[in-house]
């Protein structure tokens, strides 16, 4: 196991509502990433968080938005859910270091579903 | 735009004999190149990654993965493939000394290894 925690495991959630997910970085990392994996998909980068400023984004819409924590543990917020957002959602560590992102740690994920 | 290919969807192979998992990439630069597997209901778990240096390199579980730079191939292999060996695998390439970039998955490429 990586030491990368998330939680929930699983949600559902309805159409429009809103909902958060968390994840508990490796000890000693400073980067945590987000990415969305869709049914039969590879993850697909949401964004990446850098001692708790946005660092970067993927192709996501505003109503992905994030927080990271002066422990490094961080939130997945996403309003007003649509039926395309239920996936697989994975946190990933990593230590950024000199302009150097080192391997990247996942989490476990967690399962929402949106009916 | 930077892309990542598995062209096999899937995969199959007997217990004992070799496997040869393939993955190309179309990015700027010198990437760094990873291979992640996925078994059910998990996250991602890191086998192997290329930086620089011999163009060969081992992972865990046997694995091992030939970077080829002039066909911007990045082949996953393993001398005797086990039925536990079975699962979804990924490859994926970060782009170094860029902020805010993360990993660029493929789609994935199940393997299934019968006994």
């Known amino acids: 196991e990586t030491g990368v925690t998330q939680s929930p495991t699983h949600l559902i959630k309805t159409r429009g509502q809103q909902v958060t997910l968390r994840c508990s970085s490796q000890?000693?990392?400073?980067?945590v990433s987000w990415y969305q994996q869709a049914l039969g998909q590879g993850p697909q980068f949401i964004f990446q968080y850098y001692r708790e400023e946005e660092n970067g984004r993927g192709n996501f819409p505003p109503r992905f938005s994030g927080l990271q924590f002066p422990n490094y543990s961080s939130e997945l917020n996403v309003n007003a859910l649509e039926l395309d957002d239920s996936a697989l959602y994975l946190c990933a560590s990593s230590a950024l270091a000199g302009g150097t992102l080192y391997e990247q740690y996942f989490g476990p994920g967690t399962r929402l579903t949106v009916t | 735009a930077q892309s990542v290919a598995q062209p096999e969807d899937q995969v199959n192979v007997a217990e004992g004999n070799p496997l040869t998992v393939k993955c190309t990439y179309s990015?700027?630069?010198?990437?760094?190149l990873f291979w992640y597997v996925q078994y059910p209901n998990r996250g991602l778990q890191f086998l192997l990654k290329?930086?620089?240096?011999?163009?060969l390199v081992k992972g865990s579980y046997g694995f091992e993965a030939e970077f080829n730079k002039s066909q911007t191939s990045f082949h996953l292999k393993k001398p005797s493939a086990l039925v536990s060996d079975s699962a979804l695998y990924f490859c994926?390439?970060?782009?170094?000394?860029?902020?805010?970039?993360?990993?660029?998955f493929g789609k994935g490429t199940t393997l299934s290894v019968s006994s």
């Open positions: 990015v700027s630069g010198n990437p760094y």
């Open positions: 290329y930086i620089t240096g011999d163009n």
């Open positions: 000890s000693g990392h400073n980067t």
């Open positions: 994926a390439v970060f782009l170094p000394n860029q902020a805010g970039t993360a990993l660029i």
